[in-house]
């Protein structure tokens, strides 16, 4: 009886200790993350800015939601498709503000037209999007996205929305590790991230990457006028219900867009 007694209580002990080590590696990497914090310039924006996710933390977190995504929506396999985002793509990358981290692009098999960015400068660009785009459009869309990830939207969006605690389980997920708290809070914590991700962006983020877009597509070779006749051709191939479909739906405001385009377009130099 009492060995009994002794050996629940060791098996208690042991998982108590287990429990407390979760909790002071959790402890631990929040308290690295914050101390990566600061207030640093952004080229891209142009000013001064408070970033809770530093870049490999971002990147790890692209890489854990990304390997979730392409679960339901897989990569295309029209080769052509991947080598022709690749090099305009590459293209843009090369120019863009923020250089600390390796962009990569990719090309879904969905048919509807849109393109999104994950955290740490994962890009993918639907099939359908790619199909009715020029190589100048193309490269105004690509250097859209670019431009959120420069400006840090989506690390922003993640650091307003998210508990330290989830960011970070997302993050040691793409190394395998279990130390963000177990399977369930890894899940949730991408679910999370995949589905701020998904809504749309703030008019101010929207003409802030379509800003920069233009600037990078402008920079890298591509005619920069192509970023109004890519959103009008997006707009036409939607037809009437434009507003509550694919493109439009994660990135709203065309018509302000536009009009704003037609303005900063021509004072590029």
């Given at each position: 009886m009492?060995?009994?007694?002794?050996?629940?209580?060791?098996?208690?002990?042991?998982?108590?200790?287990?429990?407390?080590?979760?909790?002071?590696?959790?402890?631990?990497?929040?308290?690295?993350?914050?101390?990566?914090?600061?207030?640093?310039?952004?080229?891209a924006?142009?000013?001064?800015?408070f970033?809770?996710?530093d870049?490999?933390?971002?990147?790890?977190?692209?890489?854990?939601v990304?390997?979730?995504?392409?679960?339901?929506?897989?990569?295309?396999?029209?080769?052509?498709?991947?080598?022709?985002?690749?090099?305009?793509?590459?293209?843009?990358s090369?120019?863009?503000d923020?250089?600390?981290?390796?962009?990569?692009?990719?090309?879904?098999?969905?048919?509807e037209?849109?393109?999104?960015?994950?955290?740490?400068?994962?890009?993918?660009?639907?099939?359908?999007?790619m199909?009715?785009?020029?190589?100048?459009?193309?490269?105004?869309?690509?250097?859209?996205?670019?431009?959120?990830?420069?400006?840090?939207?989506?690390?922003?969006?993640?650091?307003?929305?998210?508990?330290?605690?989830?960011?970070?389980?997302?993050a040691?997920?793409?190394?395998?590790?279990?130390?963000?708290?177990g399977?369930?809070?890894?899940?949730?914590?991408?679910?999370?991230?995949?589905?701020?991700?998904?809504?749309?962006?703030?008019?101010?983020?929207?003409?802030?990457?379509?800003?920069?877009?233009v600037?990078?597509?402008?920079?890298?070779?591509?005619?920069?006028y192509?970023?109004?006749?890519?959103?009008?051709?997006?707009?036409?191939?939607?037809?009437?219900?434009?507003?509550?479909?694919?493109?439009?739906?994660?990135?709203?405001?065309?018509?302000?867009?536009?009009?704003?385009?037609?303005?900063?377009?021509?004072?590029?130099?």
């Open positions: 009492q060995k009994t007694i002794a050996l629940k209580n060791i098996r208690m002990y042991k998982l108590l200790m287990q429990r407390m080590k979760v909790k002071k590696i959790f402890i631990l990497g929040t308290v690295l993350l914050i101390s990566g914090c600061a207030t640093l310039y952004n080229p924006t142009g000013r001064n800015e970033i809770m996710i870049s490999e933390t971002e990147v790890a977190i692209g890489k854990s990304g390997t979730q995504m392409l679960k339901k929506q897989p990569l295309s396999d029209d080769r052509s498709l991947h080598e022709r985002v690749n090099a305009i793509g590459r293209r843009i090369g120019v863009s923020r250089q600390d981290i390796e962009y990569k692009f990719y090309v879904l098999q969905d048919k037209l849109n393109a999104l960015t994950l955290p740490g400068g994962f890009i993918y660009a639907n099939k359908g999007l199909k009715i785009l020029s190589d100048d459009e193309l490269a105004y869309v690509l250097a859209h996205e670019v431009g959120h990830t420069a400006a840090r939207h989506i690390a922003k969006k993640l650091q307003a929305h998210m508990a330290y605690q989830l960011i970070l389980s997302v040691f997920a793409s190394s395998g590790s279990d130390a963000g708290g399977a369930e809070n890894v899940a949730r914590g991408v679910d999370t991230v995949y589905n701020l991700v998904s809504l749309s962006y703030s008019r101010k983020d929207e003409y802030e990457a379509d800003r920069l877009g600037k990078y597509a402008f920079k890298a070779g591509f005619d920069p192509a970023a109004i006749s890519a959103l009008e051709r997006i707009r036409k191939e939607e037809g009437p219900n434009w507003k509550l479909l694919s493109y439009f739906r994660t990135h709203p405001y065309v018509d302000e867009r536009i009009a704003a385009l037609k303005k900063i377009i021509p004072e590029l130099k």
